[in-house]
């Protein structure tokens, strides 16, 4: 396997881990809706990078890094991961995870900031609490899930080791 | 005096407004130098609604509201404000963000949140708080300050009456 930066070609294969996940409005801040070409600005143009990961010439994740701010908060990047649901459970996230935060240091980055996190994601916070980030805050209500109403949402914040 | 939505020609008197407060780099994530047009799409294209203080026919303060996250964070917005240097210490913000909050409520908004509030603009802070703002959250270091280096920054939020 591995993990490399994203082709234009390869949104071919990341459209529908995008649309699978964006559409359950569980886990993601997208409209549930999200069309193919605004996904493609989100996840392809929008970022300062996307990467892809691959194994035996499939695409089974994938990951964008950007900065979070602009100005006085350009040392602070921010990362979102979308894993196919038949790779679920081995692991992706977790590599994906570490190498968006070595890239992240290549890249000048001094920490990464998840804005967004739904409370309800449980198994999304215990795995980002593993690979070292805090929850910094707690949004009241922020978070209108599809079956559980306004849940709260986490931001969770990492500084990186350098 | 009025608050008003702001039309494309009042951005001749937004500008120097907007160019004194981000080149100072101490309360907004802008680059301090952002150029005029970058400002504009920043400040009047990208969100959704911008207004305008006006006094004898004199622009003294601005500010802009935006959906702060989509799909199921769409029920919050996000604003910012921007006072001129001139007519500081007159309650302008109080005035635009007590507006700013009845239009969010028109608009649909449920809560309105700040994202990123430097931990050293006091005042700002001590105001936010005085209109019924909580700090939900503290990054640290992620508000890389010009004269004091990097200090925390906080998110702030309210949910709004109804």
Known sequence: MEIREATEQDFDSIWPIFREIASTGETYAYDRSTPRDEAFELWMEYPRKTFVFEENGEILGTYYIVTNHSGPGDHVCNCGYMVSSNARGKGLATSMCEHSQEIAKLMG???????????????????????????????????????QGFVDALVMYKWLET
């Open 109 to 147: 980055y001094k920490a990464m900031q998840f804005n967004f996190v739904a409370s309800s994601n449980e198994s999304a916070v215990r795995l980002w609490e593993k690979l070292g980030f805090e929850s910094v805050g707690r949004l009241p209500k922020a978070f209108n899930h599809p079956g």
